[in-house]
């Protein structure tokens, strides 16, 4: 059963406002245009709402007009109040030069003032309102600004930091500096969250979005304050008084209507002073199984419901998996951005270390959450702690997985390989990199493992300043017995020429060959570099190649059918000494037609790609007739559980999945790279194979 906390993306839709949409589908049905009793019966229904709208946020006597959701009406300021600006100047009036938005404004307000700006021709200088560390408006550079801007554009609260808006110290700042720019507030998150009170306020303009409180999706309001230029962003049949043409959404409206009566009655959604009182305990709940963490904007100034978070060492896209494998739907931060995977645009403005850009995840409920749907988050996160705990992830574990073989760290554009002989407690590190050495560091400890060597492909110089490195990121305890006396190349001088590790790690062997120089490489000419083959009976060997994968000699160094370990990230580093033709054939197997694929393939091989983090954290599904077995993509080249293993089985069918798709599509296209003429993966990955049925944990609403 799912938790879901990603409220400031979208929300589920309250009871009332289902019932009231399906009302006004069945017997409300009329066209509000329309001057029969239907018709009228549909635009008394709309006019109930607006009017309640209005008691709701102070908007006295200003235009409301029901929208499609936030970004029209956004579109529909910013075109009204650039339409005026252009107006005055070809009355030959000033209008200043820039057109303003917070740093940290949603995407869709610089997008828009961009797009109008150029359409009209007006060439006006868009620029950004800098912010504070604390997320709040610099207004002492607004007040510089301020004069010779002719729209500024501010939110209520951040959807992604929950930061709120100093707006009584905007609208002062534009006062004192007698500014005649327009003022459009995004009103989206703080709308059931905080008192906007427009009509108090200079505020021309703000729009709201129905789904981010309950109701559905595609429904909207845009506040106009009177005397406040307006242009139609739609022209047509004159609905909305001419204000926004077509006919309306009346199943929207009615829902939208029933989530504001809720508000208004105040018996559905919980108080301020409750709500703060969930964050706090969710908040407890984040520090206590995240060592490190810290919090991204200050709680104090922040909205109840909103908490935004980065942990040390931990990329957001880590903590997602996390979270989703236990089941709780959490964000990196905007939704609409989410899918560019790249660090937060709105943590970067506040001036944030990188380490917490790239790890920020940001956790909102709605304000109907109740005491249980928490209790059950609270228990969650700490289920994910725990979880990263026995990965070796997060803080001393009395419990660790095991981590026999080989495991690949890789990240940005590198990979690093360790080997761990679990038996004798020991870990052989091949080209370490910067980025990994805590990582390495923290699995040492975790194990009680020591640090045996430190090999590399690199040249002398580059691998000495390497290894030192990784060294000074491991404590002393770990590195009592690691061997110093060792050749130029890492290799331990007490070491035979073949080492053998001790089972369980099914007698795998280490042995160090050499690459001649190469003088005809393409980047110029390459000194002769070492190459570690790790073999093991009954499967392809592994060779650990460095940036030497393109190297004419390897096909005469190595063994027949050898598998290279490059520095290249994730499965790309995987690959033959010879070029092998892909299988043929679709990789993807659709959930819908999965049964049948289970039934045409005797002896399937379903294997879990995850990380062991999430692997702790689900039930796997039964699937009958399919042998379960759990790898994770970083163990794709472990020589007895991954590629090479399966390699030397070339009839076994295997069908990777993970949690979206992606990770066991990675594993399958490597696989039939290599050769292996069955491997397919789950399309859609474990989000859409169980989508059919599974309920969401949610406030009972």
């Known amino acids: 059963m799912d938790i879901y906390l990603d409220a400031n993306a979208t929300?589920?839709?309250?009871?009332?406002?289902?019932?009231?949409?399906?009302?006004?589908?069945?017997?409300?049905?009329?066209?509000?245009?329309?001057?029969?009793?239907?018709?009228?019966?549909?635009?008394?229904?709309?006019?109930?709402?607006?009017?309640?709208?209005?008691?709701l946020?102070?908007?006295?006597?200003?235009?409301?007009?029901?929208?499609?959701?936030?970004?029209?009406?956004?579109?529909?300021?910013?075109?009204?109040?650039?339409?005026?600006?252009?107006?005055?100047?070809?009355?030959?009036?000033?209008?200043?030069?820039?057109?303003?938005?917070?740093?940290?404004?949603?995407?869709?307000?610089?997008?828009?003032?961009?797009?109008?700006?150029?359409?009209?021709?007006?060439?006006?200088?868009?620029?950004?309102?800098?912010?504070?560390?604390?997320?709040?408006h610099d207004l002492a550079w607004l007040a510089e600004h301020a004069a010779d801007a002719g729209l500024v554009c501010t939110m209520a609260a951040n959807n992604e930091t929950?930061?709120?808006?100093?707006?009584?110290?905007?609208?002062?700042?534009?006062?004192?500096?007698?500014?005649?720019?327009?003022?459009?507030?995004?009103?989206?998150?703080?709308?059931?969250k905080l008192p906007l009170r427009l009509a108090e306020r200079r505020i021309d303009y703000a729009p709201f979005s129905g789904h981010k409180l309950y109701a559905p999706k595609g429904i909207g309001l845009l506040y106009v304050r009177p005397g406040a230029p307006f242009t139609p962003l739609l022209a047509g049949g004159g609905q909305e008084g001419s204000l926004r043409s077509g006919t309306e959404n009346m199943s929207g409206i009615a829902a939208l209507g029933a989530v504001l009566a809720a508000l208004e009655d105040g018996r559905t959604f919980r108080s301020g002073t409750q709500l703060q009182r969930f964050r706090d305990r969710l908040a407890e709940a984040l520090l206590s199984a995240f060592p490190g963490l810290v919090f991204n904007a200050p709680l104090a100034g922040s909205l109840p419901t909103t908490l935004n978070f980065s942990v040390p060492g931990l990329p957001s896209r880590l903590l997602l998996d996390l979270f989703d494998a236990a089941d709780v739907r959490v964000s990196g931060g905007s939704a609409c951005s989410a899918a560019q995977a790249a660090p937060s645009f709105v943590l970067q403005a506040m001036g944030l270390p990188d380490w917490q850009t790239a790890s920020a995840v940001r956790l909102s409920f709605g304000p109907a959450a109740d005491e249980a749907f928490i209790a059950e988050a609270v228990a969650r996160i700490a289920a994910c702690?725990?979880?990263?705990?026995?990965?070796?992830?997060?803080?001393?574990?009395?419990?660790?997985?095991?981590?026999?073989?080989?495991?690949?760290?890789?990240?940005?554009?590198?990979?690093?390989?360790?080997?761990?002989?679990?038996?004798?407690?020991?870990?052989?590190?091949?080209?370490?990199?910067?980025?990994?050495?805590?990582?390495?560091?923290?699995?040492?400890?975790?194990?009680?493992?020591?640090?045996?060597?430190?090999?590399?492909?690199?040249e002398p110089t580059l691998a000495a300043t390497a290894r030192a490195d990784l060294l000074q990121a491991c404590d002393a305890a770990n590195l009592a017995q690691l061997i110093t006396e060792t050749d130029a190349q890492g290799w331990p001088g007490s070491t035979e020429a073949v080492y053998t590790l001790a089972p369980p790690a099914s007698a795998l062997q280490l042995s160090r060959l050499q690459l001649p120089a190469d003088a005809t490489h393409?980047?110029?000419?390459?000194?002769?570099?070492?190459?570690?083959?790790?073999?093991?009976?009954?499967?392809?060997?592994?060779?650990?190649?460095?940036?030497?994968?393109?190297?004419?000699?390897?096909?005469?160094?190595?063994?027949?059918?050898?598998?290279?370990?490059?520095?290249?990230?994730?499965?790309?580093?995987?690959?033959?000494?010879?070029?092998?033709?892909?299988?043929?054939?679709?990789?993807?197997?659709?959930?819908?037609?999965?049964?049948?694929?289970?039934?045409?393939?005797?002896?399937?091989?379903l294997v879990d790609v995850r990380e062991p983090y999430e692997q702790l954290l689900s039930d796997m599904p039964a699937l009958h007739g399919a042998e379960l077995q759990a790898l994770p993509l970083s163990r794709l080249a472990d020589p007895a559980q991954g590629a090479p293993a399966w390699l030397a089985e070339p009839g076994r069918p295997l069908l990777f999945f993970c949690r979206s798709g992606g990770r066991s599509q990675q594993a399958a296209q490597t696989l039939r790279r290599l050769g292996h003429p069955a491997a397919w993966t789950l399309e859609g990955g474990l989000a859409m194979w169980q989508s059919q049925g599974e309920p969401v944990f949610m406030p009972a609403i």
């Open 57 to 136: 946020l102070g908007a006295g006597d200003g235009q409301l007009l029901f929208t499609s959701g936030a970004t029209e009406g956004i579109q529909t300021a910013v075109l009204s109040s650039l339409g005026a600006l252009r107006e005055r100047r070809e009355r030959g009036e000033a209008i200043g030069s820039l057109l303003l938005y917070g740093a940290t404004e949603h995407k869709a307000v610089p997008e828009a003032l961009k797009h109008w700006n150029r359409l009209l021709g007006l060439g006006l200088q868009v620029q950004a309102i800098p912010v504070g560390t604390d997320g709040l």
């Open 162 to 192: 929950g930061v709120i808006s100093d707006l009584d110290g905007i609208a002062a700042t534009l006062q004192a500096a007698g500014s005649r720019a327009f003022w459009m507030v995004d009103g989206v998150q703080a709308l059931g």
């Open 385 to 458: 702690g725990l979880a990263l705990r026995r990965s070796c992830l997060a803080g001393p574990s009395e419990d660790p997985l095991a981590s026999d073989g080989v495991l690949q760290l890789s990240a940005g554009g590198a990979s690093s390989w360790l080997l761990v002989d679990g038996e004798r407690r020991q870990a052989w590190v091949l080209d370490p990199q910067p980025e990994f050495n805590e990582r390495v560091a923290r699995l040492l400890r975790c194990h009680s493992l020591q640090l045996t060597a430190v090999l590399d492909t690199r």
């Open 522 to 605: 393409p980047d110029g000419p390459r000194a002769a570099q070492p190459v570690w083959l790790l073999q093991r009976e009954g499967a392809p060997a592994l060779a650990f190649v460095g940036a030497a994968a393109e190297h004419p000699a390897l096909a005469q160094l190595l063994p027949a059918g050898t598998l290279l370990c490059s520095d290249a990230p994730g499965p790309a580093a995987l690959r033959r000494v010879a070029t092998t033709s892909e299988a043929a054939g679709e990789p993807a197997i659709s959930p819908a037609t999965l049964a049948a694929f289970v039934r045409s393939q005797p002896g399937l091989r």
């Open 11 to 55: 929300t589920p839709v309250l009871a009332q406002a289902r019932h009231a949409a399906i009302q006004a589908m069945v017997d409300d049905y009329g066209n509000p245009s329309s001057i029969h009793s239907t018709g009228l019966k549909a635009k008394s229904l709309i006019d109930g709402v607006r009017a309640l709208a209005r008691r």
